[in-house]
């Protein structure tokens, strides 16, 4: 069975290679078998392995397989070889299901566009980068993988490549990223100085014994590790890619948000999670970036006017979540929050789709309005995607996966009161935001005419991603609420589980109860202040501090125009200044002497033989002199 | 009668050599500097003949019959190219042939 693992990469890029070779010479439909398929099929031997995986408990816990080598240098002799544990088991899973899903609605949202078969060779492309960084053996692929998904996202976000602020947007992610990615191969090869070696298992059983808790060079690696995380997952200070990465088309945003990229960061971070556990003050850095990064995020949310840029900021918030649950040891509620967010998010990404694509591409909510009536399903489906993304109690799987994050950033080992309560305002934020977009969104009286209703290719993964948003949380419930814990279970061969401060125990139903109240009390002020008294907006808007803030959380804190002023600008202005660059001079200055050599020797040229004959003279009486000095 | 000291010929073979070397300078007709050239191997190997007589070894009459091989081979390629050269541009003057330059 194990055999198999090689096969699930090489399949999406099997599909990726084809499209490009024979995209423009066949026909729409066979793009779409071929581009559908290969993940599909990638979907499927996912769930048999995994199947399988869970069914033999193998011992040690996990497959491998060795495809080749890459090269073999001086002892540096890194393979070709594929991982397979719990972790990435959960991450191929959501990688592939939900990839394929987002594919499957992409046949019918991208339908129109020109460059259909395009579009599925950039989409099979990211996935199976996606495939391969998740499943890679030492960090050497991962790293292949990391790169792969940097340049996809760029391909992607810049798709309709005519639009200048298309390419601009895709410039952004590419290179903020990067500046996270530099910090990342710093890492490595501090990692490879240290153990010689960048294979995953050796340096996860090696480090404890080469490091003490707290070690100077492990707190570095795991900064830098860190940073490379940061960039990939658009936390602070890096994340200001992400909600210009909107510009690509909507099922690529639900593929970077929910399944792919901005994943990559909770991946690495739990993956190398032995070195975090010896560098503590890298973990509370995580927590800390996470909580900060939900806040700023939930805040600008709250006040954009793009439906996909709700999304985006929301998804920022989410993954500072994860953060969150990753910096205080709680691996496994962080990896579970993953995938639910996967779910909610991929639907409700595919959902504004469908709601755009009917609405002749308009993204601003409020020029939408009562689309309740008008769209029955994508309503009920976004319905359920939001409670699930404000974590209504009891039936939403978000529920069950951020109140877990929210109990163990405060009773966790590593958790503090601090964390807890910026998770808690989170929520509410959360619960605010999410359902003001629902209420302007399909609430009120329509205000643009529906082009024509989505088709069954795009309700169906609605559907299929609704029913995930509410029952994926019940493989995992608190320990005071039918205390399943298949997921965390799962997950303990390959993550440490959290031990829980005692003293907080019995206490858990309390702080549930309140994260229940706070959460539906931010839904209870949206349909305030958006549904029953929309006035209400009016009389916040006449405070002039207030609009100033709102406004400054709609351009993201302000973190474009900082970067623009503090790097941006001296940039340009640099480069401005050195437009004929100096270090270039200097070559020029070679180079024009050569040509002054050059011309002064073709004068010698000049075909008279007497001249000829006295350079011989000349030349050979030098040489007798020379020779008889002493 | 008193041998005759390995300076004179030397002196003798200094004096031939310069000749043939300033004709070969100062000359522009080419047949004169293949002449010249022709003298300043004789030079050569009147060197050579004085050092093997002073020395008595037979490597300089050796040599001498190497360099009147070699001179005749020079001759004889160097007249060819003359005429070619005289076919070609009517004049003898070494200077005429500066298209040659490259």
């Keep these: ?630 | 009668m008193n041998p005759i000291p390995m300076e004179h010929g030397l002196v003798l073979a200094g004096i031939l050599f310069m000749l043939g070397l300033i004709s070969v300078l100062i000359r522009r007709n080419i047949i004169f500097m293949l002449v010249s050239v022709e003298i300043m191997l004789n030079a050569a190997g009147l060197a050579f003949i004085v050092a093997g007589a002073r020395w008595a070894q037979p490597e300089g009459q050796v040599m001498f019959i190497f360099i009147i091989t070699m001179a005749a081979a020079e001759v004889s390629v160097g007249l060819a190219l003359i005429l070619q050269l005289y076919h070609q541009l009517k004049t003898l003057d070494s200077d005429a042939a500066n298209q040659m330059h490259g």
């Design chain 1, 1 to 630: 069975m194990e055999d198999l693992l090689w096969s699930i990469p090489a399949l999406t890029f099997a599909g990726a290679v084809l499209l490009i070779l024979l995209g423009a010479r066949i026909s729409r439909t066979a793009v779409a078998i071929i581009g559908v398929g290969s993940v599909g099929l990638t979907a499927l031997i996912t769930i048999i392995l995994g199947i399988n995986f869970i069914s033999a408990h193998p011992t040690p816990p996990y497959y491998r397989q060795e495809v080749g080598q890459w090269f073999d240098v001086a002892g540096f002799n890194p393979s070709i070889a594929f991982h397979l544990d719990a972790l990435s088991l959960v991450f191929i899973f959501v990688i592939t299901f939900v990839g394929f899903l987002i594919h499957l609605y992409s046949t019918a949202y991208m339908a129109p566009d020109e460059g259909f078969a395009r579009f599925f060779a950039y989409l099979n492309l990211f996935v199976g980068s996606m495939l391969v960084l998740v499943l890679a053996d030492n960090l050497l692929l991962l790293y292949l993988g990391w790169e792969g998904v940097g340049l996809c996202s760029y391909l992607l976000i810049g798709f309709w490549y005519t639009e200048p602020a298309n390419g601009y947007a895709a410039r952004k992610a590419f290179i903020t990223t990067r500046v996270g990615d530099t910090a990342l191969a710093i890492g490595l090869f501090m990692l490879f100085q240290n153990f010689g070696t960048l294979h995953i298992q050796t340096i996860a059983t090696e480090a404890p014994q080469l490091w003490g808790v707290g070690t100077q060079t492990a707190v570095i690696i795991a900064f830098l590790l860190l940073g490379g995380a940061v960039g990939k997952s658009g936390q602070l200070p890096l994340q200001t890619w992400l909600p210009d990465a909107m510009a690509g088309p909507t099922p690529v945003s639900a593929l970077i948000h929910a399944a792919t990229m901005v994943t990559a960061g909770v991946y690495l971070i739990a993956r190398m999670h032995v070195i975090f556990d010896l560098a503590p003050a890298a973990q509370l850095t995580v927590a800390i970036i996470g909580a900060v990064t939900l806040l700023l995020a939930g805040c600008s949310a709250l006040t954009q006017s793009d439906l996909k840029r709700v999304l985006a900021y929301s998804t920022i918030s989410q993954i500072g979540y994860m953060f969150l649950a990753l910096g205080v040891g709680a691996w496994s509620a962080g990896i579970f929050h993953f995938m639910i967010h996967a779910f909610f998010k991929a639907l409700l990404f595919l959902s504004a789709g469908a709601i755009i694509i009917s609405l002749h591409h308009e993204q601003n909510m409020f020029k939408m309005g009562g689309l309740r009536k008008l769209m029955p399903v994508v309503f009920w489906t976004f319905l359920i995607g939001s409670a699930s993304l404000a974590a209504l109690p009891l039936i939403t799987a978000g529920f069950y996966s951020k109140d877990q994050i929210l109990w163990y950033s405060l009773a966790g080992e590593r958790g503090s009161f601090w964390l807890y309560l910026a998770g808690l305002f989170g929520a509410f934020i959360t619960g605010v935001y999410t359902f003001r977009m629902v209420f302007i969104t399909f609430y009120g009286e329509p205000k643009t005419q529906l082009s024509h209703p989505p088709g069954k290719v795009i309700t169906i993964p609605l559907v299929i991603l609704a029913v995930l948003s509410l029952v994926g949380g019940f493989i995992e419930l608190p320990h005071n609420f039918g205390h399943v814990t298949i997921f965390s279970d799962f997950l303990t061969s390959t993550l440490p589980a959290i031990t829980i401060n005692e003293n907080l125990g019995n206490l858990e139903w309390l702080f549930q109860v309140l994260a229940v109240m706070v959460s539906s009390s931010g839904v209870y002020l949206a349909y305030l202040f958006f549904l029953k008294r929309p006035a209400l907006q009016n009389i916040l808007d006449q405070s002039g501090l207030v609009r100033s803030i709102l406004q400054f959380w709609y351009s993201g804190w302000g973190f474009d125009k900082l970067y623009d002023l503090v790097l941006v600008r001296p940039f340009v202005y640099l480069a401005t200044i050195n437009k004929n660059d100096v270090i270039d001079k200097i070559y020029t200055a070679i180079a024009a002497l050569a040509r002054t050599f050059n011309r002064g020797l073709t004068q010698t040229q000049s075909g008279i033989l007497r001249w000829y004959m006295m350079g011989i003279v000349v030349g050979a009486l030098l040489i007798i002199t020379l020779s008889l000095l002493p």
